[in-house]
């Protein structure tokens, strides 16, 4: 017997991943099918060509406007992961390290919180926001960023856990750099990974955002999803798909720069 | 009072020389810093959590009342908790066997290879795919008109000849476990990985076999984590809405959902604020689960170097 006794015979393996990748392609599978469909029987690229068909321009039409501020949301809401979650958590570990542990609670906090119950709460803030600010769909980057707040922290958290950041900044600032020279041309380089993966993350959760856009009424590709389903559910399945594919994607790009390796060896 | 503690620092200064100057000045900056982002919790975090827990406790003319906590007794509320609770359990059951399972089946298949990040991949973006895309898919993938409902007709079984359950409560288990099972691929992997090829080498000097090694070492050391990360699902699941918002076509079987009706009809079971007393109860919940999730993680953590 080997040192690797424990590991699975080849059969066990080969079984495992007939039964679960059936579970997870199959359904798949069947929905690609249902979106080549042209006719009773037929198959073809009808409803995927409908998508730029100009006389459903009109019908496809929220789909467009809710893919544009879907698309602004990711952007404020990756700003506000790079330019006050980042900042900030580089402050903490190098001048307040006594803060640490409340500073992971408080970031870790929303995973124990469901958005139902968050919409709640952010009913009546968003009424003031409306009347302040507008009710423009950006608005909703604000609390995007703390449903994403989590998995940005745990990615970035993982990044400086991996270099010595108070090393190199001593060493940046004995050079005579300022604080912002330091932050920007030695310390974001160095956490370049851990940075990259979190906004990538903050772009997959804030695509697929459904309970506090559609609550708060604000439009989103989800909640013009669900809207366009209503009359042609074609459309809906096939932007579904691409925005599954897209994701999938980008998780291979995160795992690509190395930081889900790097989270699985820290947790 | 607030003379003499604005004169600390002055004396500091002048007593220390030259060297204490300037770290004196940067200190209150460097507090400054962390305003923004305090700030931005203090509104968009702390502040909704404090108001989805005391909007329970007042009616629409904003008098205290406990009337909407007693709601939560009501029978209807009672069964609609009962449902997220089983839905919820079963859920993350079979997602944690199955989930512990692929991960079991990726033992010795090392980090570089693609097979590996690929599923890594793919069970990332399945655990984020909950919401309403997932009720499509399964909506195309085995509703009234689906392939599988087709083939199903031909061989003389009718899917939907009892009940349309897609579109109810049993409709949710398949979706759920959906995302379910990638979750625990992602929470439970680390877990067995950390099983030291040591330990099955201790087990063969003594004279065990491979049935002892899992029996006596392998599931002892992973059984807080396996706990662990049931527990994690079935938050996971309890807190989930979306899928359910777009599948379930009528009714509020499940808590999230009677939260929806609360918020946008107002009326349900005659009380105002029913959504605060239900979103407390959630909160309830959650709070006990995750607590015993950090309790029980802590112990996993025991075995891992």
């Known amino acids: 017997m080997s040192q690797a006794s424990f590991y699975p015979h080849p059969a066990v393996r080969t079984a495992i991943a007939v039964v679960v990748g059936a579970f997870v392609l199959l359904p798949l599978a069947a929905t690609v099918e249902f979106t080549l469909r042209d006719g009773d029987t037929g198959h073809s690229f009808v409803h995927w060509a409908a998508i730029f068909d100009p006389t459903k321009a009109a019908a496809y039409k929220p789909i467009w406007v809710g893919l544009t501020n879907s698309l602004t949301l990711m952007l404020v809401t990756v700003a506000v992961v790079l330019f006050l979650l980042a900042p900030t958590m580089i402050l903490v ?29 952010l009913t009546p803030i968003y009424l003031v926001i409306g009347r302040t600010v507008g009710t423009g769909a950006w608005t909703l980057a604000f609390a995007y960023g703390i449903t994403v707040l989590p998995f940005a922290y745990r990615s970035i958290q993982a990044s400086i856990d991996a270099v010595n950041l108070v090393t190199l900044a001593e060493a940046a600032r004995s050079l005579g750099a300022g604080w912002l020279t330091v932050v920007r041309r030695v310390l974001a380089p160095n956490l370049r990974g851990g940075l990259m993966a979190a906004s990538l993350i903050a772009v997959a959760v804030v695509l697929g955002e459904f309970t506090i856009a559609s609550l708060l009424n604000r439009q989103n590709l989800q909640t013009a999803l669900v809207l366009v389903n209503r009359q042609d559910s074609y459309v809906s399945v096939i932007f579904s798909l691409m925005a599954l594919l897209f994701c999938f994607v980008l998780l291979l790009l995160i795992g690509r720069t190395g930081s889900i390796g790097a989270r699985g060896k820290d947790r | 009072m607030t003379t003499f503690s604005q004169r600390m620092p002055l004396v500091a200064e002048s007593v220390g020389g030259d060297s204490p100057r300037p770290r004196a000045r940067r200190l209150p900056a460097a507090h400054l810093g962390l305003v923004p982002f305090a700030g931005y919790v203090a509104i ?53 066997v199955a989930g512990a399972a692929v991960c079991y089946a990726l033992l010795g298949i090392p980090a570089q290879h693609p097979i590996r990040s690929t599923v890594d991949a793919l069970a990332g973006v399945l655990a984020q795919f909950g919401g309403v895309m997932l009720a499509f898919v399964f909506i195309a993938a085995m509703g009234r008109s689906s392939v599988l409902v ?60 491979r049935w002892t090694f899992w029996r006596r070492i392998a599931l002892p050391v992973l059984a807080p984590s396996f706990a662990a990360s049931f527990l994690l699902l079935f938050a996971n699941s309890f807190s989930a809405y979306a899928t359910a918002a777009a599948l379930a076509s009528q009714g509020s079987q499940i808590v999230p959902l009677q939260i929806r009706a609360a918020l946008t009809s107002e009326t349900v079971l005659g009380r105002e604020n029913l959504a605060g007393a239900l979103a407390f109860g959630m909160i309830a919940v959650m709070a006990l689960v995750m607590t015993c999730y950090a309790l029980i993680q802590r112990r996993a953590e025991r075995w891992r170097a």
């Open chain 1, 93 to 121: 570990n190098l001048r307040f390290p006594k803060l640490r542990r409340t500073f992971e609670f408080v970031a870790l906090l929303p995973v124990s919180l469901p958005a139902i119950v968050l919409v709640v709460g």
């Open chain 2, 44 to 96: 968009f975090l702390v502040l909704p959590t404090v108001l989805a827990v005391i909007t329970g406790l007042f009616d629409k003319a904003g008098h205290l009342t406990i009337d909407n906590f007693t709601a939560l007794g009501d029978p209807v509320i009672l069964e609609t908790f009962w449902n997220s609770t089983w839905l919820s359990a079963l859920t993350a059951a079979v997602g944690a």
């Open chain 2, 150 to 209: 087709h083939w199903l007709s031909g061989l003389g079984i009718d899917l939907y000849a009892s009940s349309n359950w897609l579109y109810e409560l049993p409709g949710l288990i398949l979706p759920y476990v959906y995302f379910q099972l990638p979750l625990m691929v992602i929470t439970f992997a680390p877990a067995l990985e950390a099983i030291k090829p040591q330990w099955a080498e201790a087990n063969l000097t003594l004279g065990g076999n």
